[in-house]
């Protein structure tokens, strides 16, 4: 009978088949033959041959297992007949009751496995498999409803770990059976066979929801997967095939990377990968492991990784972010000594140039990132040069004690994020998570990104170690403040004092002389003419970053065998002109000259073989350049004041070209791993001709941008440096051009233009500009400006709301005062919003916070060489002056004024995302679990952000985020938000690149997120009231 019951049953075989179900019914029921005959259901029948689970795994623990397997195999052989109906058949509603009954029960699935995993029985597990086989995996039998059901039931992160006790359990009975002499062929098979079925199983039901369940992962059960998986790799290949999805999800966690790979794991892996081609698998694998640093060390040992890499890449990887993950692969594996070594290897470095060379054709951006990528690989493997990231050797003439704090720090090389991809790509799955289906259709920005974490000014700053901390307490002073220092606050609200006068305060401050050291005493030309708006600089497109591959073949190949065909010369050498003290012998061109020379066809005349440079103006940043070709320069740019970091921002003069010759532009100490000048962001141009004759300012230029890793590395860090390469065809001869990492926004600017066109449109208005402070040794004026409406007897000022506004603490982030400047201009205009604003709140605005580091062209720090954000918790008097006074301003209005303080929004750049977006503080997000008695029950955290989108379509609420990390919590954000109990304390993030529909950025569009923070303010008041 039970041998008959095991032969298949083929849908043929109808009067064999009915025989058996026979056999399995009670022969003396008669209403059991009616059954079977009628093509109606029992639907309580087919319950309780289902509810027979739970004896069959009470057998499997029974004393005498063996004499109750046949009972069992009775039971389960049932079910499997239940679930064989096809459809069409008259009997197909008896398999969908069945399998709808099986998959919906909560506990049933479950008793499926543990009967896996506990019985002895070949048969009996055959017959589970079967059944299991037939709910879970895609047939014309089970619904895809029913199979979403049984899927959830194992999602329940326990039922996964007694999925792999099952596994694990029948490995070692099978094993046993092929080990024993007299097996069979046949049995042996078998074994195999339901191995492969049950990874089958378990691959459908985790395969793309298996987050959760790796947290209960054993160790156990991670070592045997990673032993499982070696054993079978030659012996039993398509074992191995099917344990590739499995050991993909638990690579997920870092820390089951670590127990899962070692060299025999790598050895079977690069073997069995080619053999199944199973590539997608394999290339998801190795990006998990080169993301653990223990397994990735494992990996880095193998030469046969380095090659299998690069060949996948080049004849198996077909999708664009197959390759990606690949290049990134192979980008960690290169930083490691021996993959260098191999690099410098003739054949792995053809091979990866061999993959170069395939994107010789105008592909998407994102597609062309691998090829990015590796072209900063190839540059590992030629000669390279060693450069020294030191500052200028300026005298800034500080205090004693502000420059012996300085000297102390110089040994101390701060932190960056330089070559940090790891936390890049963490941050490019968290994204993945949690970006909205419009975004999913974006471009990926973060290329192994990311970045998520880039807030607040984007750098990963580490925490400040105790040393540091304490060097920083010597000079700290007691954290109490007298009556005088309360008195000397009390002056920046006057507002509550004196209602009526029409204050015209600050008129002297427009007329201040501007502090700067004589190397920059001046003004480019730009900054000394009016600014014309340019708002149709178009929409990114995919040609800005095509580049000539033939042409970069030529230069790598070059490098590699060291056959240079132009000797590289000096043209400018700032380091030498400080040494020489010339300070006095620049160039900055008057635009009559230059418009007159134009008219009279001199122009000609004024081009050079050779261009001519210069950056010893106010926020200028070049330092050294070399001509390395006819019309091809490399560029040096200066790392910040004091420090030996910071160094993104640039801002330089260039004249003496020709008309119509290409010029290619290489700035070859770039720090950042990754910027969006890879997906659509150009420098910005200034032509001196162009804005006499056409009226136009700056605009953005350039065309194959291209941003990699060169062969320069940073001595101090041994570090690559990142080159920016663009090409640039200039319109007139003899022309004077100045080009920037972004629009330029001088502290000049500010305070000769920008606060001194302040006019009292009406009465109604209260503006009063005054020195909040000195910056850094004591050189040059902190403006804090107060807008808010006239005093009347409907809205007293006692009855308004604070709202603090600042930017600027990181100088490169020229965009932040284009915003703040918009929003500063639209509350002095008449129109409705700007006075119910105005009405409703007290501005307090402090446009420029780091005015050194503007002055300097510093991109993140101060003079001191601190990051200005990263003071904010113990901000010292004499060292950062600037955000001590800021703090304070806000401590006074929160100890000694009554009025509420509605928000905190401080502004800054991001350079590697696009759109605009705040970063908030929500308790229940903080790392500090102590937070949570602060949650915030209204989500006041939100309400800006929802309001901002509603006016301005460049918001992008969906990449804002409200946690609170332990590393942020001497910004800005975290301190107001926890010191001062501010909800909506805010980062207010803005790209350089574009915002909506991939619109390119201009001043006219930042001025109008400016303009968009006042409106959604107001907007708020009004749906508050």
Not at 37 to 54: F, G, H, V
Not at 449 to 472: F, H, I, L, P, V
Not at 644 to 662: D, H, I, K, N
Request: hydrophobic share 35%; proline share 3%; charged share 25%.
């Amino acid at each position: 009978m039970c041998c008959a019951a095991c032969v298949f049953i083929g849908p043929t075989h109808i009067i064999l088949a009915l025989f058996r179900v026979l056999l399995l019914h009670d022969f003396g029921n008669s209403s059991s033959w009616q059954q079977i005959l009628s093509p109606r259901l029992d639907e309580n029948k087919i319950k309780a041959d289902c509810e027979q689970l739970y004896v069959v795994l009470k057998n499997c623990d029974a004393p005498d297992q063996g004499a109750r397997d046949g009972e069992s195999i009775k039971t389960l052989y049932r079910l499997v007949f239940l679930l064989s109906y096809r459809h069409g058949s008259k009997l197909m509603a008896i398999t969908t009751t069945t399998a709808s009954y099986l998959c919906h029960h909560p506990m049933l699935p479950v008793i499926l496995v543990e009967i896996l995993r506990d019985s002895k029985n070949i048969k009996v597990c055959a017959y589970v498999l079967d059944i299991l086989s037939k709910l879970v995996l895609k047939n014309a039998i089970v619904g895809e409803t029913e199979r979403k059901a049984i899927r959830r039931v194992f999602h329940e992160p326990h039922h996964f770990r007694t999925l792999l006790q099952a596994l694990r359990n029948m490995d070692t009975r099978y094993q046993v059976l092929v080990d024993v002499t007299d097996s069979t062929d046949e049995e042996t098979t078998q074994a195999h066979d339901m191995q492969v079925r049950f990874l089958k199983i378990i691959n459908c039901l985790y395969s793309r929801k298996g987050q959760s369940q790796i947290s209960l992962i054993t160790e156990f059960n991670v070592e045997f997967i990673g032993r499982h998986f070696v054993k079978h790799a030659m012996s039993n290949m398509e074992i191995s095939r099917c344990m590739l999805p499995l050991i993909k999800t638990f690579c997920r966690n870092k820390k089951n990377c670590e127990l899962i790979c070692d060299q025999a794991f790598v050895l079977a892996f690069v073997t069995l990968v080619p053999a199944v081609k199973r590539y997608p698998a394999g290339i998801s694998i190795l990006r998990f492991l080169s993301r653990s640093p223990e397994a990735m060390a494992e990996l880095c040992q193998s030469e046969a990784v380095h090659h299998f890499v690069v060949q996948t890449a080049i004849h198996h990887a077909e999708k664009s972010t197959h390759r990606k993950y690949l290049m990134s692969t192979m980008y960690r594996l290169a930083k490691s000594s021996y993959g260098m070594q191999l690099l410098k290897n003739t054949s792995l470095w053809l091979s990866l140039l061999e993959f170069f060379m395939k994107s010789d054709r105008l592909e998407e951006l994102r597609q062309r990132m691998s090829f990015t990528r590796a072209y900063t690989i190839l540059h590992r493997g030629v000669t390279n040069k060693f450069v020294m990231a030191t500052p200028l050797l300026i005298d800034f003439d500080l205090p004693g004690d502000i420059q012996a704090y300085i000297c102390d720090r110089a040994n101390h090389h701060s932190s960056d994020d330089s070559d940090n991809d790891e936390e890049e790509e963490e941050d490019e799955l968290r994204n993945a998570r949690s970006r909205t289906v419009s975004a999913e259709n974006e471009d990926d920005d973060n290329d192994d990104s990311d970045n998520d974490n880039d807030e607040e000014g984007e750098e990963d700053e580490r925490m400040e170690t105790k040393e540091e901390d304490d060097k920083d307490n010597e000079m700290q002073t007691e954290n109490h403040h007298d009556v005088n220092d309360e008195k000397n606050f009390q002056q920046f609200f006057a507002e509550f004092n004196d209602f009526h006068e029409n204050n015209q305060q600050g008129c002297e401050l427009f007329k201040s002389k501007i502090h700067r050291h004589a190397l920059i005493d001046r003004l480019a030309l730009p900054d000394l003419l009016p600014h014309l708006e340019n708002d149709n600089d178009g929409y990114l497109t995919a040609d800005i970053n095509h580049y000539s591959t033939d042409q970069l073949y030529s230069k790598i190949v070059s490098m590699k065998n060291n056959l240079a065909t132009f000797q590289p010369v000096v043209i400018y050498d700032l380091d030498e002109l400080i040494t020489q003290n010339q300070h006095q012998d620049v160039n900055i061109p008057n635009i009559e000259d230059i418009h007159m020379n134009y008219l009279n066809a001199e122009c000609d005349m004024m081009s050079t073989e050779v261009l001519h440079f210069e950056s010893r103006f106010e926020c200028g940043n070049l330092r050294k350049v070399e001509q390395i070709g006819e019309y091809e320069y490399n560029l040096f740019i200066s790392p910040d004041a004091n420090m030996a970091c910071g160094l993104q921002w640039f801002y330089f003069q260039v004249s003496g070209m020709r008309a119509l010759a290409t010029y290619a532009f290489n700035i070859v100490n770039l720090q950042k791993c990754n910027s969006q000048f890879s997906y659509g962001l150009q420098p910005v141009m200034f032509s001196v001709l162009s804005y006499a004759l056409n009226s136009r300012g700056w605009r953005k230029c350039g065309s194959e941008l291209m941003y990699y890793g060169n062969e320069y590395i940073c001595s101090e860090s041994n570090k690559q440096y990142r080159t920016l390469r663009f090409c640039i065809t200039f319109e007139y001869n003899g022309d004077v051009c100045y080009f920037a990492y972004h629009y330029p926004y001088t502290y000049t600017r500010l305070m000769h233009v920008a606060l001194a066109s302040f006019t009292l449109p009406n009465d109604n208005v209260y503006v009063r500009v005054e020195e909040l402070t000195k910056s850094v040794g004591g050189f040059n004026t902190v403006p804090l400006i107060t807008i808010t409406a006239r005093n009347t007897e409907k809205t007293q000022f006692e009855e308004r709301k604070l709202v603090f506004l600042t930017s600027r603490v990181h100088p490169g982030e020229s965009n932040a005062s284009w915003i703040i400047e918009g929003a500063m201009r639209f509350l002095l205009t008449d129109e409705e919003t700007a006075q119910c604003a105005r009405e409703n709140y007290i501005f307090k605005i402090i446009p420029i916070l780091n005015p050194e580091g503007v002055i300097y062209g510093n991109t993140r720090c101060g003079l001191t060489g601190n990051d200005l954000n990263r003071c904010w918790k113990k901000p010292h008097p004499r060292l950062h002056p600037e955000i001590y006074n800021a703090k304070r301003l806000v401590q006074y209005a929160k100890e000694y004024l009554q009025n509420e303080i509605f928000a905190f929004v401080d502004i800054h750049g991001h350079s590697r995302k696009k759109y605009f977006f705040l970063y908030g503080c929500n308790a229940r997000q903080s790392w500090d679990e102590s937070d949570a008695i602060l949650s915030d029950t209204l989500d006041a955290f939100n309400a800006l952000p929802k309001a901002m989108s509603a006016v301005n379509p460049n918001m992008k609420l969906s990449y804002c985020r409200n946690t609170v990390e332990r590393k942020r919590e001497t910004t800005c954000r975290v301190v107001m938000w926890r010191e001062f109990a501010i909800h909506r304390s805010h980062t207010l993030e803005c790209s350089f690149c574009s915002g909506e529909n991939k619109k390119k950025i201009t001043t006219g569009m930042l001025r109008e997120i400016g303009e968009g923070l006042i409106r959604a303010l107001a907007n708020l008041t009004t749906s508050s009231e």
